[in-house]
């Protein structure tokens, strides 16, 4: 094993480093809240959704005006039929009615709002028509904690912060210390090459308590989102990705010799997770074919373990296999890094 | 002249040689540097210098030849060779957010044994920036601090590679003094450095490098004999005198042309000079600039090459 002294001094570092550099504190800190804000407006507490529909001005469809508009989740607009095309192909509504004699629902059936609201017009249109209902319910609309989701992107952008402050911020810093020949200076002492390395990943999970803690905070108090599971577990989990994506940023950072370089090996890295790692919908949205390869990126298997334990308040033990693939990314970064590392 | 009470040399190299793609930078050098010698790498930008104490610092692999660092070999024992170097690279910016004494703690933690941190700020002279941030420093100030961290592990042998550059005359002297006092303690130094002054102030032996080789070596007192004289006159006149007649001077062992100016290398410029004056007289011309200084490891380079050493 090491001595403590220069791995601590290294990590000490690293730290005071950053700690020292006002913009990089606020990226790190304040970017995943501004983030949170915007997706809690967008997101947050959808009273009912009201779905936006569209009747054609002198079309069938307006005489059915009343009975559509008594029908509280719908908000009905009665437009031109130009407007009401423009309308539809932008998303501003989801469903145009129409008709010159029948009436016509006019809708894209691959979107789930569409269909939903198609199916709503269909029933307040048949109902004040006098369509009997055979079959008696009652409606239960009581909601599930937890199921919103802000909740669900919450984790999501926990992950996607894990990832990026740490790929970004261990990329810039290594590639900035090998332009200003700080690593050769290094390396011209007797330090040990996999002190340096591993100062740069311990300095990482320091970063990661005062990086996480706000960002948990701020989505309980501004949204109510809950930690189903323990914190220890999420720390546990939070700390298996961070360490993971330290290795990564290491390797991600071997290499290069200029800031434009690392930009670019980072932002090729990134980007596949940016878009199958399910920070914004489910992965399980990807095809069947393409699973393997989703599932075995570090930050899928992150995200699923931090809505195990976030969402579904699970045991550390039932994120096992994301955290061996993590463990994984982690052995396999970290030891890449160690023997591609160009020092000067 | 090998001192044979020291067995081992502080460094030695034979027939280095290193390429970078199509350019030859170092071809086949031998170099050899006692133990407690201060030896000075001297030559103008591109001839090699930085290259050839990279290698023997281990950082830079070698196309071909041999070195030994302390009677041990890089790769072999690099980990015992680094516990006793002290290296100051060429252009290194220190962390720049980093205070001068968190600095000297990071690099003292790499060494097994050296000296307290106290002891390097003293040594810098720079107790009373302890905890300004490197970025707030001095260029004189940092290059003292990049000299400290080298000898943070209390190193057998320093390697300086253009201490000096950029920096104003005090702060030249001043780390011309951090030097000494490391030499006065019996510590090996090899510095390179495109000025003379610096190599013939600070060193015992010099060589002399171009274009990967080494032209000539020996102390600085030898290289300037070598010359023939001690004094050199630099003149220009209106008339055209031949090489032969500038010979003919009494004490005048070598002529040179450079530009619209001769150089005379002479041994007594009381009396080379008036000659001079007549023999320009007599051709009929007159002087248009005159001087004459002590021989310099400047004019030493420019014998040997017909060059400046350094053309700004």
Known sequence: ?344 | MPDLSEPIPALRCRGLHKRFGDTVAVKSLDLEVRRGECFGLLGPNGAGKTTTIEILEGLTPPDGGEVEILGMRWGRDSERIRARLGVQLQETELPDKLTVEEILRLFRSFYPEGRTVEALLDVAQLGEKRRTQTRNLSGGQRQRLSVACALAGDPDVLFLDEPTTGLDPQSRRQLWNVVEAFRAAGGTVLLTTHFMDEAEKLSDRVAILDRGEILVQGTPRELIRSLGGEHVIEFASTAALPAQALLALPGVSEARQRGGAWLLTVAEPHRAVPALLERVEAAGGELTALNTHHATLDDVFLARTGRALRDE
Do not use: C
């Open chain 1, 1 to 344: 094993m090491s001595e403590p002294g220069p791995l601590r001094e290294l990590v000490m570092m690293r730290l005071r480093t950053f700690l020292r550099e006002p913009e990089a504190l606020f990226w790190t800190f304040g970017f995943p809240v501004i983030m949170a804000i915007g997706l809690g407006i967008a997101f947050g507490e959808p009273a009912a959704p009201e779905m936006a529909v569209a009747v054609e001005r002198g079309s069938a469809a307006e005489r059915h005006l009343g009975a559509l508009r008594s029908a509280p989740e719908l908000d009905v607009r009665l437009l031109a039929p130009a407007e009401a095309d423009r309308a539809l192909r932008r998303g501003d509504v989801s469903l145009v009615l129409s008709g010159r004699d029948t009436l016509t629902y006019r809708y894209d059936p691959g979107r789930e709002e569409s269909l939903a609201a198609r199916l709503l017009a269909d029933r307040a249109v048949q109902a004040a028509a006098g369509a009997p209902r055979p079959v008696a319910v009652r409606e239960d609309r009581e909601r599930q904690r937890g199921s919103r989701y802000i909740d669900w992107v919450i984790p999501g952008l926990l992950g996607l912060n894990l990832m990026s402050t740490g790929m970004w911020g261990i990329g810039f810093g290594v590639v900035t210390m090998r332009q200003k020949k700080q690593l050769k200076r290094l390396v011209s002492t007797p330090m040990r090459r996999r002190d340096f390395l591993l100062a740069q990943i311990l300095a990482r999970l320091a970063f990661v308590v005062l990086e996480v803690p706000p960002i948990v905070l701020f989505a309980y108090f501004a949204f109510g989102v809950r930690v189903e599971g323990s914190l220890a577990a999420l720390a546990a989990v939070v700390l298996a990705g961070a360490v993971a994506f330290a290795g990564l940023g290491l390797l991600a950072a071997s290499r290069a010799r200029t800031i434009e370089g690392v930009s670019g090996v980072l932002n090729m890295a990134m980007l596949p997770m940016f878009v199958l790692s399910g920070i914004f919908f489910s992965a399980a949205r990807y095809p069947d074919a393409l699973q393997p390869l989703v599932q075995a990126l570090p930050l899928t298997a992150l995200n699923d373990a931090l809505r195990a334990v976030y969402n579904d308040g699970l045991p550390l033990a039932a994120a096992g296999g994301e955290l061996l693939i993590l463990a994984a990314w982690t052995v396999g970064g970290f030891l890449l890094a160690l023997r591609w590392f160009r020092w000067q």
